[in-house]
T-cell receptor
Framework: GNSVTQMEGPVTLSEEAFLTINCTYTATGYPSLFWYVQYPGEGLQLLLKATKADDKGSNKGFEATYRKETTSFHLEKGSVQVSDSAVYFCALTYGGATNKLIFGTGTLLAVQP | DAGITQSPRHKVTETGTPVTLRCHQTENHRYMYWYRQDPGHGLRLIHYSYGVKDTDKGEVSDGYSVSRSKTEDFLLTLESATSSQTSVYFC???????????????FGQGTRLTVV
């Protein structure tokens, strides 16, 4: 079946460090891939997305590239800030009439000053 | 921000009682979803709707029912609440654009439900 696997947290970094959160997926067909972010006490919001192979999604300094050959969509940021502390979810949607999102388990990122 | 309102935001209820959570949207989006969020599990789909009166089960639907009598409202009912249903519940909406269904979802603020 369709699934998303992302690295377990928590990930603790110092401010200005490089961030990578790994995400791999299993899916039939050609899913769209997403990264969502959840700040404390809030709902999820879209961070970035990619809809086809080799697309790069980017937003707020975060990037992720849709790699079909490795079925991956790793999230990266060159220099994290304390305000980036949140839970990050990798997700996919696949074809059909329902547009259901399948989520990974989430990765907590804590950035220390 | 997408117009999605969940109510109540917090609720404590007793085991065995029925509970209804409401999701209201002002975006006129076709698709609506209920997820639950639990540590170590991410978000898991409970039920979803692809139109008025059109609903289907997600991966963790046992003990839950839904109704959608109009576009803007999607209700989630716990028929007889159990402690295992203590969780944070999120409503989400999405829409298809130009025949493409793989569009982003917008989430509500969540409802924290505690079953004692």
């Amino acid at each position: 079946g369709n699934s998303v696997t992302q690295m377990e947290g928590p990930v603790t970094l110092s401010e200005e460090a490089f961030l990578t959160i790994n995400c791999t997926y299993t899916a039939t067909g050609y899913p769209s891939l997403f990264w969502y972010v959840q700040y404390p006490g809030e709902g999820l919001q879209l961070l970035l997305k990619a809809t086809k192979a080799d697309d790069k999604g980017s937003n707020k300094g975060f990037e992720a590239t849709y790699r079909k050959e490795t079925t991956s969509f790793h999230l990266e940021k060159g220099s994290v800030q304390v305000s980036d502390s949140a839970v990050y979810f990798c997700a996919l949607t696949y074809g059909g009439a329902t547009n259901k999102l399948i989520f990974g388990t989430g990765t907590l990122l804590a950035v220390q000053p | 921000d997408a117009g999605i309102t969940q109510s109540p935001r917090h609720k404590v209820t007793e085991t065995g009682t029925p509970v209804t959570l409401r999701c209201h949207q002002t975006e006129n989006h076709r698709y609506m979803y209920w997820y639950r969020q639990d540590p170590g599990h991410g978000l898991r789909l409970i039920h979803y709707s692809y139109g008025v009166k059109d609903t289907d089960k997600g991966e963790v639907s046992d003990g839950y029912s839904v109704s959608r009598s109009k576009t803007e409202d999607f209700l989630l009912t716990l028929e007889s609440a159990t402690s295992s249903q203590t969780s944070v519940y999120f409503c989400a909406i999405s829409e298809s654009t130009r025949g493409t269904v793989n569009t982003e979802a917008f989430f509500g603020q969540g409802t924290r439900l505690t079953v004692v």
